[in-house]
């Protein structure tokens, strides 16, 4: 895409993570806004929190072309929900007086994080338009949190959701069945959605040789290697998991490994130790240009989610596991944007949600078929061209300047 001639177009978007969140939000939002400064030619503005670890950072800064206006607000550890209401709330305020102070911006852009972010990015009074990127739907998201359920907060969450996406000048949905969600559930406007799904770098995520340094380092090349990499929360499902791991115990070969961390992570390894099962393994986060590695070292790839969340979330983690051309499980709704991905590429094969037997049934049928992975594994690095971060990235650019009028 051709970078419009005059004066730069100016863009802020609004999200509690962003760089040196580990999310994958975060990590998206720094791709995609470093690559609109540097490819595209805009101006971009980012106001977002301090990240949860507690980093100190400057408040304003500016990181390969991106100015970055932090947020005050607090950072509590996430297990508990008031420590993360507090953070949500807290950021929220901060990003609207914020909001209310930047130089006016020609259009700006809402996330997710929190679900209500759309207000600050509305009271920046952008002179062409709000953008509400929908990267989760709510309340229906809401419904995963186990330690709180409020029918008013739900209510609150609802009636914004249909707010932000009737004073929205554009809606970008990642894929269609969470565009038909939107329209079918919040009321959205077709005619204003437009869907680009999230991305792999396929040039830095490529296939590799499982026989690789971080195989070795972790003593994981002799083993069949499962891989969930990524969040450890609530949506994933991932219960259902650690049943699977106890299903294939009597298979010592098979590891189930997960890379990451997340609000689950420490139930989870609890649910292992208490089993006594030594086919689970846990790793911390790994930087992000040693992803090929860790995707390499695996041999099946899971993604999971919760039944009845097909098109509330899309799980970001598939589009990286098709840059590194691995088969994959994946435990999700037929229906849903990773069901309906599946089937049309034949890279993974499907496991009902919920179900631990198919899970362990799906895992065995695919270790016992060397070729076969190999097929899935070739359609899937060809179905990664179609979710590359350049063509992703120029999607999102093509966006913000038809809202802005300049195509």
């Known amino acids: 895409m051709a970078v419009p001639t005059g004066a730069p177009l100016r863009v802020c978007y609004f999200n509690r993570s962003y760089w040196p969140d580990t999310g994958a939000t975060g990590q998206l939002l720094t791709e995609l806004a470093e690559d609109l400064v540097a490819v595209h030619g805009i101006e971009v503005t980012v ?15 500016t990181r390969n072309g991106v100015r970055i206006v932090r947020a005050a607000g607090t950072t509590f550890a996430q297990r508990r929900f008031t420590g993360r209401a507090a953070n949500y ?47 989760d739907i709510f309340p229906e998201v809401a419904g995963l949190l186990e330690d709180f ?10 009636q914004l959701n249909r707010f932000l996406v009737r004073r929205a000048a554009r809606i970008v949905a990642l894929g269609d069945t969470m565009a038909l969600r939107l329209v079918e559930g919040k009321g959205a406007a077709g005619s204003k959605i437009t869907v680009i799904h999230n991305w792999a770098d396929t040039a830095a995520i490529v296939p590799a040789d499982k026989r690789n340094p971080f195989a070795i380092a972790n003593d994981l090349a002799g083993r069949f290697v499962v891989l ?9 499902n991932l219960d259902v998991v650690i049943d699977a791991a106890e299903r294939l115990k ?13 609000n689950r992570k420490a139930a989870l390894q609890e649910a ?29 790839c899971l993604v999971s989610l919760k039944p009845g969340l097909g098109g509330c979330i899309v799980p970001s983690k598939l ?36 179900d631990a037997g198919a ?49």
Do not use: K
Request: hydrophobic share 50%; with cysteine; proline share 7%.
């Open 359 to 407: 899970l362990a049934s799906a895992i065995t049928t695919l270790a016992d078929d060397p070729a076969r992975r190999q097929a899935m594994g070739a359609r899937a690095r060809e179905a990664a061209a179609l979710f590359a971060r350049d063509r992703q990235v120029a999607a999102h650019a093509r966006v913000l300047f038809e809202v802005a009028g300049r195509c």
């Open 272 to 300: 292992v130790r208490a089993r006594g099962l030594e086919n689970v393994r846990f790793l911390p986060f790994q930087p992000r240009d040693q992803l090929r590695w860790t995707y390499a070292a695996s041999d099946v």
């Open 89 to 135: 709330l807290t950021y929220f305020v901060s990003a609207v007086w914020a909001a209310v102070r930047l130089p006016r911006q020609d259009v700006t852009v809402a996330l997710t994080d929190p679900p209500i972010i759309g207000l600050a990015a509305l009271a920046a009074r952008p002179r062409h338009g709000m953008v509400f990127f929908c990267q």
């Open 250 to 262: 009597s298979q010592p070969d098979i590891l189930l490994l997960f890379i990451g961390d997340g």
């Open 47 to 61: 106001v977002t929190g301090y990240p949860i670890t507690g980093e100190q950072l400057p408040a304003r800064e």
């Open 149 to 158: 359920h409020s029918p008013l907060a739900n209510s609150i969450l609802d």
């Open 319 to 354: 589009y990286p596991i098709l840059a590194a051309g691995r088969p994959y499980v994946a435990a999700v709704d037929a229906s849903s944007e990773v069901g309906a991905l599946t089937a049309a590429h034949g890279a993974g094969v499907l496991a009902a949600p919920g």
């Open 228 to 236: 969930h990499a990524g969040n450890i929360g609530h949506g994933q």
